[in-house]
């Protein structure tokens, strides 16, 4: 089965710092990837997605990136906010089944004032 | 906007008791989720179901039986509850590629 190992898991930055999550996935029929941010007591809720036809997502301030050779795919978030604080997951999912989403352990970033 | 709705936010049980998690959705989705999040572990599916009573294992079904009976609500049963089983179960369901999920239920087993 698909395994996603996702890194690191935790990020402290400073506010206006950027900050990257990187994930890597071993199955090569994933082909779809979202990602979910969790804040402290509320539930994930899906922020960006990609799929494998597509090297960059961007929207405004988060950004996806994905190089389908390496297996590897990254959340990238410019310009931090305290409001960013919150545990990030990524997932990979084969696109036949949207049954099957295999996440990564999450990482918890941290922005400070 | 989509609603899944975990009726126990929190809840302690003891050591063998036979624990009943329910989740509701409005949005007339065919596939529910049952994840369990435990730190350093990230989300485990423990079962999912594609339609009215029909189920499949996840990753993590040991322990664990569910029932659909309708289309909108999915339940998660701990037959006999053990220490560890002591985690956050969140439910979800799924439209397209998207997954929304509950808001979490906290299960501390003593």
């Known amino acids: 089965g698909e395994n996603v190992e996702q890194h690191p898991s935790t990020l402290s930055v400073q506010e206006g710092d950027s900050a990257v999550i990187k994930c890597t996935y071993s199955?090569?029929?994933?082909?779809?990837f979202p990602w979910y941010k969790q804040e402290l007591g509320k539930r994930p809720q899906l922020i960006i997605d990609?799929?494998?036809?597509?090297g960059e997502k961007k929207d405004q301030r988060i950004a996806v990136t994905l190089n389908k050779t390496a297996k590897h795919f990254s959340l990238h978030i410019t310009e931090t906010q305290p409001e960013d604080s919150a545990v990030y997951f990524c997932?990979?999912?084969?696109?036949?089944?949207?049954?099957?989403?295999?996440f990564g352990s999450g990482t918890k970033l941290n922005v400070k004032p | 906007d989509v609603k899944v709705t975990q009726s126990s936010r929190y809840l302690v049980k003891r050591t063998g008791e036979k624990v009943f998690l329910e989740c509701v959705q409005d949005?007339?989705?065919?596939?529910m989720f049952w994840y369990r999040q435990d730190p350093g572990l990230g989300l485990r599916l423990i079962y999912f179901?594609?339609?009215?009573?029909?189920?499949e294992k996840g990753d993590i079904p040991e322990g664990y039986s569910v029932s659909r009976e309708k289309k909108e609500r999915f339940s998660l049963i701990l037959e006999s509850a053990s220490t560890n089983q002591t985690s956050m179960y969140l439910c979800?369901?799924?439209?397209?590629?998207?997954?929304?999920f509950g808001e979490g239920s906290w299960l501390t087993v003593v």
């Open positions: 979800a369901s799924r439209s397209g590629n998207t997954i929304y």
């Open positions: 199955d090569s029929a994933s082909n779809y």
């Open positions: 990609i799929r494998s036809n597509v």
């Open positions: 997932a990979a999912s084969p696109q036949y089944n949207f049954n099957k989403f295999y």
């Open positions: 949005m007339d989705h065919e596939n």
């Open positions: 179901s594609y339609d009215v009573k029909m189920k």
